[in-house]
């Protein structure tokens, strides 16, 4: 019988594996084809892809990263969330990368918590000037009931 | 060994690795350049010059094409890579069709 020859893995493939299972480590990816970086990057987490995108400098890397942020955007607010920004976007015939709408989602929501803070820190204010003038009445009060 | 069984792959800073041709055409590229008629300067001399790969990155290739050969025949042992090598070294692949 003859000997059953087994193709090796070819040696991109091999790098690819090595490269997925230290994505931690990933920086600047420099030069590196965008096929094999989409292979890849999809396996980094959110703030492995953040650190790349980063550390790659004067590289658009949108074209892979892109559909991953969507994903990203979908999992942290919700697919109808991400529908409601495709639909915006449509009606103003605009498009925006979504590495940039999640950042700008990130914002919107800082934001909208600082004022649910602040407007609940208000209505603390307000009880407690009211139950100040509450005590001060009763304590007049009192002070009239006992001739004081 | 026979000089028109070997073939030199010279690296970016000018070393020069001699290989057995069967190695060296693992990669599809150098097959290419290899058994292309005429025109190639590498077919004539037995010589490809690699001016973006370096040193370590050649030797390493190297050693994956004896590797592939070993694992062909049978011998399947892992193929260390070392991090810190790995997107240069898939670039080269990715360029040698390895």
């Not at chain 1, 709408?101 to 004022?115: F, G, R, S």
């Not at chain 1, 000037?129 to 009239?144: N, V, W």
């Not at chain 2, 001016?51 to 694992?71: A, D, G, N, R, V």
Request: negative net charge; contains cysteine.
């Amino acid at each position: 019988m003859p000997e059953r020859k087994r193709k090796a893995p070819t040696l991109v493939d091999l790098c690819v594996n090595v490269a997925i299972s230290h994505v931690r480590y990933l920086g600047d990816v420099g030069e590196t084809d965008l096929l094999l970086l989409d292979r890849i990057l999809p396996h980094c987490t959110l703030d492995q892809l953040m650190h790349v995108e980063k550390s790659t400098v004067g590289r658009d890397l949108s074209p892979v990263t892109d559909k991953l942020w969507k994903r990203f955007y979908e999992l942290q607010f919700g697919e109808a969330n991400a529908n409601l920004a495709i639909e915006r976007m449509s009606r103003c015939k605009a498009s925006f990368r979504w590495r940039d709408l999640y950042e700008a989602k990130l914002k919107v929501i800082a934001k909208q918590e600082d004022e649910a803070v602040a407007r609940l820190r208000q209505s603390y204010k307000k009880e407690d000037t009211s139950m100040f003038f509450f005590y001060f009445a009763y304590l007049c009060f009192i002070a009239y009931c006992y001739d004081l | 060994m026979r000089k028109e069984d070997t073939v030199k792959l010279i690296s970016a800073e000018g070393f020069e690795f001699v290989i057995d041709k069967e190695a060296a055409m693992v990669s599809q590229t150098i097959r290419n350049m290899l058994t292309s008629p005429g025109s190639f300067a590498e077919t004539q001399h037995g010589e490809v010059r690699f001016p973006e790969i370096s040193t370590t990155i050649l030797e390493k290739i190297c050693q994956y094409f004896y590797w592939s050969l070993q694992y062909a025949k049978g011998k399947e042992t892992e193929f260390h890579i070392e991090p810190e090598l790995t997107l240069e070294l898939m670039m080269a692949a990715n360029y040698l069709h390895t």
